[in-house]
């Protein structure tokens, strides 16, 4: 059956996509997105010198934290069992990885409860994470996934947008002796989750400013690394792909823009075709973008 949502929640690119590092588990949502803030927090440490009004300030870092929430919504009973699953998964990413029991049974009883074994494993890896969603969540270098960890997250059920019934069914025998199936466990699934969650951002490459010299011996600064235009654009969140002439960033920067300069320069009729191609362009990827 094909896929009744919007072209670009198929897409793969649009979706928002989780790996627990330790265990290399992935998992994915519809990207069905309330609300995004990136929070970049600088710290300096401060020291009173008596006379002055001001502390002497060293700076320390700069952090980095992201909050998303989305929502994650079924269609049908088969999504919300799938969904429950996703979300069962997700919480299980904020837990760590143990080692293997070591320690032998010292009587049948604690062989059965297993008593022993969970007293002898000990934490092996912390639980770190993966994170990417199109060029909002993005290591900016090479467009691949954040690191970090979760402080925790949270999802609720709507209530009152419905429920569908999870059936586990068991061999039994009914009273005259033939064979049935016997319902076991009757477990409730919601409709549309609300998931939110907070991201510490570990930065896997050089975040600052690099001297370069030009060939003129003038000095300039690129973000990130002299060689990487595409991190000195694209840093924190893509969008800026194309790399800029030289001085053509300060130019913009100056210029107060006429309806021409902020067309390119085009004609009238340019100006017509890329209207209507541009409305071409999205209604072709909304309604048939590729999955992938």
């Known amino acids: 059956m094909p896929s009744i949502k919007p072209g670009l929640i198929n897409n793969s690119q649009f979706r928002i996509q989780i790996e627990h590092l330790p265990t290399q588990e992935k998992i994915s949502f519809d990207s069905w997105l309330t609300a995004f803030s990136d929070q970049f927090m600088s ?173 003129d011996a003038a000095t300039t600064y690129s973000f990130g690394s002299a060689d990487t235009a595409d991190l000195d654009n694209n840093y924190p969140h893509g969008g800026a792909a194309r790399t800029f002439e030289e001085g053509e960033f300060q130019r913009l920067q100056d210029a107060s823009f006429t309806q021409d300069q902020i067309w390119g320069g085009t004609t009238p009729q340019e100006q017509d075709n890329l209207a209507e191609n541009t409305q071409a362009a999205v209604e072709e990827v909304w309604y048939g973008v590729d999955e992938g």
């Open 43 to 215: 710290s300096w440490s401060g020291t009173p010198v008596y006379g002055r009004m001001d502390d002497l300030y060293t700076f320390t870092k700069t952090s980095r934290r992201l909050s998303m929430a989305f929502n994650v919504i079924a269609v049908d009973a088969q999504e919300a069992f799938k969904n429950q699953f996703l979300l069962n998964r997700l919480t299980q990413f904020l837990y760590p990885v143990y080692s293997e029991a070591v320690a032998g049974f010292t009587s049948p009883e604690a062989a059965a409860t297993f008593a022993n074994k969970r007293n002898s494993q000990v934490l092996q890896a912390a639980p770190l994470l993966r994170i990417k969603f199109n060029g909002l969540v993005q290591n900016s270098l090479d467009r691949s996934a954040l690191v970090g960890f979760l402080d925790g997250f949270t999802y609720a059920p709507i209530i009152d947008q419905g429920q569908f019934f999870s059936t586990e069914r068991e061999s039994a025998t009914s009273p005259n002796g033939a064979p049935e199936q016997k319902v076991k466990n009757l477990d409730m699934v919601y409709q549309n989750h609300q998931v939110s969650l907070n991201f510490t951002v570990l930065h896997t490459h050089l975040t600052g400013w690099v001297r370069k010299s030009t060939t």
